[in-house]
Each structure stands twice: as structure tokens, then as C-alpha cells.
């Protein structure tokens, strides 16, 4: 800060520090903890809104609406909990589970919601424990399915070699399984509660007893008559507009197989020409840091990277001058082996160049003799003192030293060919270290981690559904559904710039989750009410599944102020497959459903 205000004027000053970096990774998660009240207000006013119904208000459900909220917190907070108690770490990552497992968790309290106004409305004259038994009866094999789902399809992100997503994964593991339990007893006694306060006409808010259900004021409010959170009107408009019609109808392929085919040509163009490669190291950092101003001016205009840290092999006579020699020389070779290190300067260098400047000869000295040379008389020399960070002195002893080897013409095409040119000229003598280095290591298992994390994932998800719906139909359906909206989202994450990063292996898994949760609902319920028409099954879970995506969407909204590219391609991700998603999910599998079976 002094130096930048010294010459503010002049010059345009950019800072490194491996310290610092690390303090600025640790800040996203700092950044993203305090966003969580922001989501949780957020999808508690969005679930009152839809949870109110003017044009029969003894059917709204507030307090049913605010438990659906608090079910999945406890859950995501006990899972933490466990974790914690049994040694795992908070990583920044991790942070990001509430926002993502909270907004899937709600979509269970929308199935079961719409489910019991359905049922409510065919039986008018069953008691509360009996349209809680049918709520369960037909809601718990779409909300089992999607938690079946969604735990194997984390579960095998946890056997993944990279470790950012062992333990994302590991948290939403846990974390699904959680708020499944919490919402199937928690929310479920509290739906149970308030259904019975609907049966005898008591006040959504107050449960006080109020007038029959289903009455309605004569005196209705304009906003009243534009209402369209009524789960009866919702109905009638789906029989009014003959939703089952439009695909029971034979031209109704026609528009849809047109759209379909432009997507999946959409989707091969942009996966083929438009992929980039490789992380770079400012986008794990938030923007407006020092470090990632300095990152990012450095990869733009330089080509290089931070600088390369080597640690001198240990046990190495110093005080001997062929010893001294011997290092220099094989440090000399360090330096040659690649196109992508310059000279570097080093203290062992330096402290020869000096001996032989000042006393015009190789001191054959002793080890203590050396020692005193190096701490009293080269270390406290103005051009040299800097090294003193450098050298690790006990015990009258050099323990360790390094130096810094600046680094040119790295890339993120080339970063994993430098990294293992490096590591093979460094042999075992030599110990590199750079910051880069993680990101070439998750590059190289990066093609092998994707293809089966969507193998694996979605073996997992096709088994789930055999054993729940043990059909081969709905099998192929599902794996179609996987390949399809995953090379949506990939396509479309290209198209925006996103790069093909260890982040695209926790998008991939969550493509795969959260496009199944919504097939799965409309195939569990399509075929609990064949012979029933496609609308009806609509009729149901149309609405829940748009109120899911838009929940959704508005939770990973919260994190839109965070800057930095890891919140940025999160949000589009969630984005992008929760409309793909409803795309599938409310216009194709509907019509191959209605079509095929």
C-alpha cells in the first residue's frame, strides 16, 4: 500500500504473495457464507408467495411453506455437523452446498403440496390421515427416485482423484441424504398438522376456525381475480387448454422434432468448436483482490506464471567447494532442460561469486567456519540479505535452502507438458513447487474424471430407476435424458466461455442431478396414473416442476455478488440446466411418454 502511494502517479503497481493467495482463496468462502441468510430469505418469501391461494385462502399454506424451508436447512446443517465431528474440513467449496442442496430440497415440499391439493380436491370427504396416506402413497416414489439419484449421482463424484471434488461431492452426499430424511418426518408432521386445519376451515396464519373451505369472498380484491396460485384453477386451466390434446395431436412432433434437432446441432458446434481448455489461477480468486489483478494481468500480457520454487537437495556439504559447484551445476541443467525457465538468481550463486570476489579464492573452510561466512558476512551484505528467507540455518547447519526460477511461455495448453518437463529434469534430487502445479495435475486426470463421473453417475441413476420402475423403457428414456442435457449444458457453458476445468466435473454432476429430478417426477407419476392422459400428469407436476426451476434459479441468484469465475460459471451452470432441464422434462419426455407408451 506505501509503494502504490508513492507512485500512483507513475506507475501501476501489482503484488504476488503465495501467503496472500491462499488468504484471497479462503475469502470466497468467507464471501459466500454471509450470502447464506440472502438464500434463505429469499426462497422463504418465493415458497410463501406460491404457498397462497386468494381464490380459496383456507388452502394457503404458510406455515407448510415455511417448514418445506427450515426441513432442508436442518438437514444441510446437521450433515456439516457430522462431518465436522468426524475430522473433514470446511473447504470454500463446500460452502456452496447450502445453496444448491437447499434449492433441490424444496422441490419435495412442492411434489407433496401439489399432491394433496389433488388429492383434496378428488376426496372431499377423506380425513386428514387418509390424504396423508395417499400424499405419501403417490408422492414418495418421485421424491425417493430423485433422492436415489441424486445420492448415487454425488456419491460417485466422492471416489473422484481430484480432492476440491471428493469433498463437494462428499457434503452433498450427505447433505441429500439429510433432507430427504427431514422432509419424509419433519415436513411431512407438519403438512399433517396443517392439513387438518384446512379440513375444518381454520385461518392459514392463526388456525383460527374462519368459514367452510372453499368459499369464497364476494367482495374480491383485483389482484384476487388475477390470481394464479389456485391449485383448483391451475387444474381447470390445463383441461381448459387441452394440454393432453396438444400431444395426443400427430403434428405435434412436427414443431418439436424441428426444435430438438436445431438443439442438438446447437449443442455439436459449440462442443466442438467452441471448448477451451484449462483453469486458469486468477479464476480461483475473487475479483477485486490484489492477487487476482496480479494473476490476471501476468496471464493476459506475460505468458508465464508464478515463479517456480525449487528446494536444493538436503544434506549437501556447503562448506566443500566442489559440493557448492556440483549443486550450481546441476541447477545450471535445471534451467536448460526446457523452453520455459530463464536464469534465475540463486544464493548458493551468488554466495561463490562473492567468496571469490573478496578473498580471490575457494576458502577451504569447515562447516562452522562456513556458516559464520554465510550468516555474518554475506547475509548481512545490502545486495544479498534478501536471501536470508531463502536459507534455513540450525544447529550451525544449512537444513534446507531454495531459490525462484521465473517461468515463461505457459499456458493452459501447455501447462501440463511444462509441469512434466520440469518434474522429469528435476529428477529426485530437486524439489519443484509451483501454484500452477495442482491445476496441470487436475488437467491431466480431467478427461478420464469426466467420462466416468457420467458413466458412473449415470449407471447409478438407470439402476435407481430399474429397481423403482423396473422397466427397460424408462432406462433407455433416462439415459437418453442424461446424454442429451448434459451436452446441453456443456454446450451451452462453451458457448459462454466457460473452459473445460475441474469445474465442469462438478457441472457434469450436477446436470446429472438436477435434470433427472424433474423426468423423474413426470415418468413416476405418468405411470401411476395411466391410463390417464399426459395432462393429468401435468396437471400435477407441471406446476411443482416449474416452481422448482424457478426456486432454483432465484437460490443460485443469491450468489450473483460474488465476482469471480467459480460463483459466475456455478450460476450459469444452475441456469443452464435448470432450463434445459424443464425443456426435457415438460415438452420432450411428455411427448415420447405420450407418443411410445
Known amino acids: 500500500s506505501k509503494l502504490a502511494s508513492l507512485y500512483r502517479n507513475d506507475l501501476r503497481l501489482f503484488f504476488w504473495s503465495p501467503l496472500q493467495y491462499d488468504a484471497d482463496v479462503r475469502s470466497t468462502g468467507k464471501d459466500t457464507a454471509k450470502l447464506v441468510p440472502l438464500l434463505f430469505s429469499a426462497l422463504l418469501l418465493f415458497s410463501l408467495l406460491t404457498s397462497i391461494r386468494i381464490s380459496d385462502f383456507t388452502r394457503s399454506k404458510p406455515w407448510v411453506a415455511l417448514a418445506g424451508v427450515i426441513s432442508p436447512a436442518l438437514g444441510i446443517s446437521v450433515s456439516i ?248 551445476h546441476r541447477l545450471m541443467e535445471l534451467q536448460g532442460a526446457t523452453p520455459y525457465t530463464v536464469e534465475a538468481s540463486c544464493w548458493l550463486t551468488d554466495f561463490t561469486r562473492y567468496v571469490d570476489t573478496v578473498y580471490s579464492v575457494d576458502l577451504p573452510v569447515n562447516n562452522d567456519k562456513f556458516v559464520k561466512l554465510l550468516q555474518n558476512e554475506f547475509l548481512q551484505h545490502p545486495l544479498y540479505q534478501d536471501y536470508a528467507n531463502d536459507i534455513l540455518i540450525q544447529n550451525r547447519t544449512v537444513v534446507a535452502s531454495r531459490l525462484f526460477i521465473p517461468l515463461r511461455g505457459i499456458n493452459t495448453t501447455n501447462r501440463i507438458h511444462a509441469e512434466q518437463s520440469l518434474r522429469e529434469a528435476a529428477g529426485d534430487d530437486l524439489t519443484l513447487f509451483d501454484v500452477s502445479f495442482g491445476l496441470a495435475e487436475q488437467a491431466a486426470e480431467l478427461p478420464w474424471t469426466v467420462i466416468s463421473n457420467l458413466f458412473l453417475a449415470g449407471g447409478a441413476t438407470v439402476i435407481a430407476i430399474f429397481v423403482l420402475m423396473p422397466t427397460m423403457f424408462n432406462c433407455v428414456l433416462m439415459t437418453w435424458a442424461v446424454l442429451s442435457i448434459n451436452a446441453g449444458v456443456f454446450g451451452v457453458l462453451a458457448h459462454l466461455g466457460s473452459r473445460f476445468d475441474v469445474i465442469s466435473v462438478i457441472t457434469s454432476l450436477l446436470s446429472i442431478g438436477y435434470s433427472l429430478d424433474f423426468s423423474s417426477h413426470i415418468l413416476a407419476h405418468f405411470h401411476q396414473l395411466r391410463p390417464s392422459p399426459i395432462g393429468a400428469t401435468l396437471s400435477i407436476i407441471g406446476k411443482p416442476v416449474v416452481y422448482s426451476a424457478t426456486s432454483t434459479v432465484l437460490g443460485i441468484m443469491c450468489l450473483a455478488p460474488l465476482k469471480g469465475y467459480i460463483t459466475a460459471n456455478l450460476v450459469r451452470t444452475i441456469v443452464t440446466v435448470c432450463v434445459i432441464g424443464a425443456y426435457h422434462s415438460l415438452l420432450l419426455v411428455p411427448a415420447i411418454l405420450q407418443r411410445f407408451i
Open 81 to 328: 455437523a457430522l462431518l465436522h465431528l468426524v475430522g473433514f474440513p470446511l473447504v470454500p467449496i463446500a460452502l456452496l452446498t447450502p445453496f444448491l442442496v437447499l434449492t433441490v430440497g424444496i422441490d419435495d415440499m412442492f411434489i407433496m403440496m401439489s399432491v394433496w391439493g389433488k388429492e383434496r380436491e378428488e376426496r372431499r370427504e377423506a380425513t386428514g390421515g387418509e390424504l396423508m396416506a395417499l400424499t405419501y402413497r403417490e408422492a414418495s416414489i418421485s421424491i425417493v427416485l430423485t433422492t436415489m439419484t441424486n445420492v448415487l449421482v454425488y456419491g460417485t463424484g466422492c471416489i473422484s482423484t481430484l480432492p476440491a471434488v471428493r469433498l463437494f461431492c462428499l457434503y452433498c452426499t450427505l447433505s441429500m441424504a439429510m433432507v430427504f430424511f427431514f422432509q419424509i418426518t419433519f415436513f411431512g408432521a407438519i403438512l399433517a398438522m396443517d392439513g387438518e386445519r384446512e379440513l375444518v376451515g381454520g385461518h392459514p396464519f392463526t388456525f383460527r376456525s374462519t368459514h367452510k373451505s372453499g368459499t369464497l369472498s364476494k367482495n374480491r380484491s383485483f389482484v384476487s381475480s388475477f390470481s394464479t396460485l389456485s391449485a383448483t384453477s391451475d387444474e381447470k386451466l390445463f383441461k381448459r387448454f387441452t394440454v393432453s390434446k396438444f400431444f395426443e395431436s400427430s403434428w405435434c412432433l412436427v414443431p418439436i422434432s424441428i426444435a430438438y434437432i436445431a438443439y442438438c446441432i446447437g449443442c455439436t458446434y459449440a462442443l466442438l468448436y467452441e471448448v477451451e481448455e484449462g483453469l486458469e489461477l486468477s479464476s480461483l480468486l475473487p475479483e477485486g483482490t490484489r492477487t487476482h489483478a496480479y494473476l490476471t494481468v501476468y496471464e493476459r500480457a506475460f505468458n508465464g506464471g508464478t515463479p517456480l520454487e525449487v528446494q536444493l537437495p538436503p544434506g549437501v556439504d556447503y562448506a566443500n567447494p566442489s559440493a557448492r559447484y556440483r549443486t550450481i
